[in-house]
């Protein structure tokens, strides 16, 4: 009878509900511009938290996104070899924003650091994650006209003409010299991701400088 009992209470006793593990985790910092300043995370039961704290269009959100996206975001990191990053590409460049992006790999939670540059992989990784977040409008919004107009200092015979053939899904317009005796000037540009653009720009051969608007800063060689 006794062991009728404990097999029933056996049955009876509820399992305890597994909790959803953290996937992917994106942050990025402010810097003295527009910078957006946010957290996101992607959980296995394919929940998308969103907590944005400065320059974003929305403060905290929550989403569930399809199977097929996340299989497809799960299979991104995977082909990239996120776990073959180093955990940290941080060069001493003034006013720009760091970005944590980490993945949970076999051997746990993978964290990695940038500021300035960093492998195209790095960079292709967090505009994919960042799209669930353009895709529902939590990023749109707040931006402002200095963050639109990028100060470039171009190497010695280049032709502005020749820059902005090259950026032209990023709308990259020339508007005028700025200095009469030096090779800066100002362009207009509406990019996706502003902090991804920057990179680029300055890792281009026609360019010796790049920043907003509000500052120019050197490239560090």
């Known amino acids: ?14 399992h ?12 990025k910092t402010g810097c003295r511009g527009t910078c957006p300043v946010f957290q996101m995370s992607v959980y296995s039961d394919r929940t998308v938290t969103f907590s944005g704290m400065a ?27 996120f776990s073959d990053l180093d955990s940290s590409y941080v060069k001493s460049v003034a006013d720009f924003p760091f970005t944590y992006l980490s993945y949970r790999t076999d ?12 492998p195209e992989t790095f960079h292709r990784l967090v505009e994919k994650t960042e799209s ?19 100060i470039i200092e171009l190497v010695r015979d ?10 032209i899904d990023e709308n990259l317009t020339f508007i005028k010299k700025i200095t009469p005796n030096k090779l800066y000037y100002l362009f ?14 300055q890792a281009n051969p026609l360019v010796k400088a790049a920043q907003w608007n509000h500052k120019l800063k050197k490239r560090k060689e």
């Not at 009878?1 to 509820?14: E, G, K, N, S």
């Not at 305890?16 to 942050?27: D, F, G, S, T, W």
């Not at 051997?107 to 960093?118: L, N």
């Open 107 to 118: 051997r746990g939670i993978k964290k990695v650091t940038v500021r300035g540059s960093a």
């Open 1 to 14: 009878m006794l062991a009728c009992f404990v097999i029933c209470l056996q049955c009876t006793t509820p």
């Open 55 to 81: 320059h974003t269009a929305a403060s905290n959100e929550r989403t569930t996104i399809s199977e097929e996206e996340y299989k497809l975001l799960m299979n991104t990191f995977e082909e990239a070899s």
């Open 158 to 167: 280049s032709d502005p003409a020749a820059l902005t053939d090259q950026f």
């Open 188 to 201: 207009s540009v509406d990019a996706a991701d502003p902090e991804d653009f920057l990179n680029k720009i």
């Open 132 to 150: 669930i977040a353009h895709h529902n409008h939590w990023l749109n919004g707040n931006a402002t006209r200095s963050e639109r107009e990028v």
């Open 16 to 27: 305890p509900v597994a909790q959803p593990q953290l996937m992917i985790k994106l942050e």
